[in-house]
């Protein structure tokens, strides 16, 4: 009869699937300290041949799989181990706590919160080479928005008017001052069936 994953124990570190978990359940069955220490380092082999090190530091890549080895065991594991391995009392507090931002008016929604907080930014930067680059960047990212909701073009007015309004008057850009990159609206992709 098949067994449905759903009805399966929940995996701690899914992306190593559930055959890892089992030889992990398996290792720590063995009484034998020498013999769990040699299971697990035969699976800290599986588990680097399912995910090798890529351009990071091969030691640092191995304290990662020893780490993941011990949180998927329920930190039950008793091997000995080439390094000093992560301790459950580092899951013991959650994470700190964000606060959301808070709901309320919002002029302009389509650029969104992040570029309204650059905006004050900029705004109570010094006058200067800084200020001028931020808000190059800034009006720069504007424009790439608005031509995504408007596809006929934009003109550079038209974001220094919002980014004025934005900022109440602090920062009054000009097109001759300033030229912005210029943008196109890809084409919508076409829903034809390509013919062979």
């Given at each position: 009869m098949l067994t449905y994953t759903n009805r399966l124990p929940r995996l701690t570190l899914p992306e190593y699937g559930r055959n890892i978990q089992k030889m992990i359940d398996?290792?720590?069955?063995?009484?034998?300290?020498?013999?769990?220490?040699?299971?697990?380092?035969?699976?800290?082999?599986?588990m680097s041949t399912l995910f090798p090190a890529q351009g990071e530091d091969r030691e640092e890549h191995r304290r990662k799989l020893w780490d993941h080895l011990f949180i998927m065991s329920g930190f039950k594991l008793d091997v000995d181990v080439p390094f000093n391995h992560v301790q459950s009392d580092v899951f013991a507090e959650g994470p700190d706590h964000i606060e959301a931002a808070k709901p309320g008016y919002m002029p302009m929604r389509r650029y969104g919160a992040t570029i309204v907080r650059m905006i004050d930014v900029a705004s109570g930067m010094e006058p200067g080479e800084a200020r001028d680059e931020l808000v190059f960047m800034i009006a720069d990212h504007m424009k790439k928005i608005v031509v995504a909701f408007c596809r006929e073009g934009v003109d550079d007015q038209r974001v220094f008017d919002d980014l004025r309004m934005l900022s109440h008057g602090a920062i009054n850009m000009r097109p001759e001052q300033m030229r912005l990159h210029e943008f196109r609206a890809l084409p919508a992709p076409s829903k034809k069936k390509k013919k062979k």
């Amino acid at each position: 009869m098949l067994t449905y994953t759903n009805r399966l124990p929940r995996l701690t570190l899914p992306e190593y699937g559930r055959n890892i978990q089992k030889m992990i359940d398996h290792c720590l069955t063995i009484e034998d300290r020498n013999e769990r220490t040699l299971c697990a380092n035969t699976i800290i082999g599986a588990m680097s041949t399912l995910f090798p090190a890529q351009g990071e530091d091969r030691e640092e890549h191995r304290r990662k799989l020893w780490d993941h080895l011990f949180i998927m065991s329920g930190f039950k594991l008793d091997v000995d181990v080439p390094f000093n391995h992560v301790q459950s009392d580092v899951f013991a507090e959650g994470p700190d706590h964000i606060e959301a931002a808070k709901p309320g008016y919002m002029p302009m929604r389509r650029y969104g919160a992040t570029i309204v907080r650059m905006i004050d930014v900029a705004s109570g930067m010094e006058p200067g080479e800084a200020r001028d680059e931020l808000v190059f960047m800034i009006a720069d990212h504007m424009k790439k928005i608005v031509v995504a909701f408007c596809r006929e073009g934009v003109d550079d007015q038209r974001v220094f008017d919002d980014l004025r309004m934005l900022s109440h008057g602090a920062i009054n850009m000009r097109p001759e001052q300033m030229r912005l990159h210029e943008f196109r609206a890809l084409p919508a992709p076409s829903k034809k069936k390509k013919k062979k």
